[in-house]
């Protein structure tokens, strides 16, 4: 007895008359801002908090370790073999301009996190949430308007971010020149170009504010104002002074 015949399976699946299946097309691809991917409008994608941005320039840095190699060069030297008065007068001296090196120029920065912006100067500390920012701007230095009631705005203005007059007009005249000379940089937008004109101090002025508008498009939440004495800055400049001082008085 033969066994009845199997059921037909289900009819391959026929192109439809609406014409040929779509093709995915290519993922838009964007390409980083010049000087790198920003963190002022990025955030990871978990959702944790972005990284810190540090602002800072980067010539009183190098001018702090090169002073503290040189000074602790000639402390080890005037122990080994100088006079002890002679010594201990010379090392307070050293110590003293230590502390006034790491104050103005090692100590000095910006900080810009999620929930505002530290400014950080020789014997004082400022910090301003993203909420109350209204504007960044550059003058000898550079500052950050803040409001501090409605209608009623305050700035502060960064030690450590800084350009005189003629640092500016000095390096936008190199950069325009070298715009113009070079064949590669005749090939680039006329946004970057224009950004090279520009000192570091103002790149880094607009991308602060641009780190506000974000924050403050995302909702930043009010905080309270905050100002603050750097007693340890202070400390290291002040207490060698009055060493010295003494030194010299006995």
């Given at each position: ?8 399976g ?18 838009p ?6 000087g ?60 003293m ?41 550059v ?71 641009a ?40």
């Amino acid at each position: 007895m033969s066994s009845p015949p199997a059921s037909p399976g289900p009819p391959p699946e026929q192109a439809g008359p609406a014409g040929p299946a779509r093709v995915a097309g290519p993922q838009p691809m964007t390409s980083p801002s010049p000087g790198g991917p920003s963190t002022a409008t990025k955030r990871p994608a978990d959702g944790a908090a972005a990284e810190p941005e540090v602002f800072r320039l980067g010539a009183p840095v190098v001018i702090w370790w090169i002073w503290l190699v040189f000074a602790a060069g000639n402390l080890v030297d005037l122990a080994i073999q100088a006079q002890p008065r002679f010594a201990v007068v010379v090392s307070a001296i050293l110590v003293m301009i230590t502390g006034v090196a790491y104050a103005c120029g090692f100590r000095p920065r910006v900080t810009a996190d999620d929930t505002g912006i530290t400014v950080v100067n020789p014997v004082r500390e400022f910090r301003v949430p993203w909420a109350a920012v209204r504007e960044v701007d550059v003058r000898d230095w550079v500052r950050i308007h803040y409001a501090t009631a409605p209608g009623t705005t305050k700035k502060i203005e960064s030690w450590a971010l800084f350009a005189t007059a003629r640092v500016k007009r000095n390096y936008s005249q190199r950069a325009q020149a070298y715009a113009a000379k070079s064949a590669e940089t005749a090939r680039m937008p006329d946004e970057a170009k224009r950004l090279m004109t520009l000192p570091a101090v103002v790149v880094i002025a607009r991308r602060i504010e641009a780190r506000a508008r974000a924050e403050q498009a995302r909702g930043a939440p009010a905080g309270a104002l905050s100002k603050t004495w750097a007693w340890q800055s202070i400390a290291t400049m002040a207490l060698p002074a009055i060493a010295l001082t003494i030194v010299l008085l006995t």
